[in-house]
């Protein structure tokens, strides 16, 4: 019986800081990575760098065109996904989906343990514990998310909101500290405020509205040597006893953040954005972000 391959699949757009080190990451680890690089709905065209032309750099990531947009992000996530999967030579049952975004990252030692338990064959799903930094790369909140998807059937798809068609499946979560580091907050602020406008638009809860205030109004001004106010003041706004802004993220028993004091994954690393003690700052976000 053949060892089931890794089809990595990204989509990233405005995001030079971070695209190299995360390609980087995806041709190391799996067997076929598939990009789509495209403004995914037209508000996002205020985002044009040089991504498209940094994935032109790697001519083993397969760079595959798409001239469309759609109304909102999730709706675009699943048609993209889907896209990249109908053009897989690897996407057969068996098989294995890895959905990379350009912000999570893994140590090897999450590597090894994800390739052990595809090989073994008695799951379906793979959940990764996560460290969701915060400000910087010293703090962090806990969540958990699905990251890789076995292949049952040619019929498998993505529904947005990037949900995978066979979520009955028998799941394994990595559970350990150092399973996935996921940077979303240490993005552009701009881009991140882009993103939530489009995602998930009338939520009250997790994105939308509720979401671009909590960027505005508390991260951007949140004091790391004063925790204790800012997260009464993010009690008043959200309900949520953590510095957050959705329930799915957690905080230490005090509600504040945890601390990380150990190494980054190599191409992290490697990248020097581990040098960065605030990146608020280093995007300049106390200035507007989108007008």
Same mark, same amino acid.
């Given at each position: =019986? $053949?060892?089931?391959?890794?089809?990595?699949?990204?989509?990233?757009?405005?995001?030079?800081?971070?695209?190299?080190?995360?390609?980087?990451?995806?041709?190391?680890?799996?067997?076929?990575?598939?990009?789509?690089?495209?403004?995914?709905?037209?508000?996002?065209?205020?985002? !044009?760098?040089?991504?498209?032309?940094?994935?032109?750099?790697?001519?083993?990531?397969?760079?595959?065109?798409?001239?469309?947009?759609?109304?909102?992000?999730?709706?675009?996530?699943?048609?993209?996904?889907?896209?990249?999967?109908?053009?897989?030579?690897?996407?057969?049952?068996?098989?294995?989906?890895? $959905?990379?975004?350009?912000?999570?990252?893994?140590? !090897?030692?999450?590597?090894?343990?994800?390739?052990?338990?595809?090989? !073994?064959? &008695?799951?379906?799903?793979? %959940?990764?514990?996560? &460290?969701?930094?915060?400000?910087?790369?010293?703090?962090?909140?806990?969540?958990?998310?699905?990251?890789?998807?076995?292949?049952?059937?040619?019929?498998? &798809?993505?529904?947005?909101?990037? #949900?995978?068609? %066979? %979520?009955?499946?028998?799941?394994?979560? *990595?559970?350990?500290?150092?399973?996935?580091?996921?940077?979303?907050?240490?993005?552009?602020?701009?881009?991140?405020?882009?993103?939530?406008?489009?995602?998930?638009?009338?939520?009250?809860?997790?994105?939308?509205?509720?979401? *671009?205030?909590?960027?505005?109004?508390? #991260?951007?001004? #949140?004091?790391? /040597?004063?925790?204790?106010?800012?997260? $009464?003041?993010?009690?008043? =706004?959200?309900?949520?006893?953590?510095?957050?802004?959705?329930?799915?993220?957690?905080?230490?028993?005090?509600?504040?953040?945890?601390?990380?004091?150990? $190494?980054?994954?190599?191409?992290?690393? /490697?990248?020097?954005?581990?040098?960065?003690?605030?990146? %608020?700052?280093?995007?300049?976000?106390?200035?507007?972000?989108?007008?």
């Amino acid at each position: =019986m $053949k060892e089931p391959k890794l089809i990595g699949l990204m989509t990233a757009w405005g995001q030079e800081k971070w695209i190299r080190p995360a390609i980087k990451q995806a041709l190391g680890y799996c067997d076929e990575v598939m990009t789509v690089s495209i403004p995914i709905t037209l508000e996002f065209k205020e985002l !044009e760098d040089n991504t498209y032309n940094i994935f032109k750099e790697y001519p083993d990531v397969r760079l595959l065109d798409i001239q469309k947009t759609w109304p909102t992000i999730n709706e675009a996530g699943a048609n993209i996904l889907n896209y990249m999967l109908q053009n897989s030579k690897l996407f057969l049952p068996g098989n294995w989906v890895w $959905k990379l975004d350009v912000d999570e990252f893994y140590p !090897e030692s999450t590597y090894e343990e994800i390739k052990s338990i595809v090989k !073994e064959g &008695k799951y379906d799903i793979i %959940r990764m514990a996560e &460290k969701y930094f915060f400000i910087n790369m010293q703090h962090y909140l806990k969540a958990e998310r699905t990251r890789l998807m076995r292949v049952e059937s040619m019929k498998d &798809k993505f529904y947005p909101t990037s #949900y995978w068609s %066979r %979520r009955d499946g028998k799941i394994h979560k *990595i559970s350990r500290e150092t399973g996935m580091f996921h940077y979303s907050l240490l993005q552009n602020p701009k881009a991140i405020r882009l993103m939530w406008s489009v995602e998930y638009p009338g939520s009250k809860l997790r994105g939308g509205p509720h979401a *671009i205030r909590w960027l505005d109004e508390i #991260y951007a001004k #949140y004091d790391l /040597e004063n925790e204790d106010y800012w997260n $009464k003041k993010n009690f008043e =706004m959200s309900g949520l006893k953590t510095p957050g802004w959705a329930a799915e993220f957690t905080a230490d028993e005090d509600g504040r953040l945890f601390r990380y004091g150990g $190494k980054h994954p190599k191409f992290v690393e /490697e990248a020097g954005l581990t040098k960065i003690g605030d990146f %608020r700052k280093f995007y300049n976000m106390k200035k507007p972000v989108l007008r």
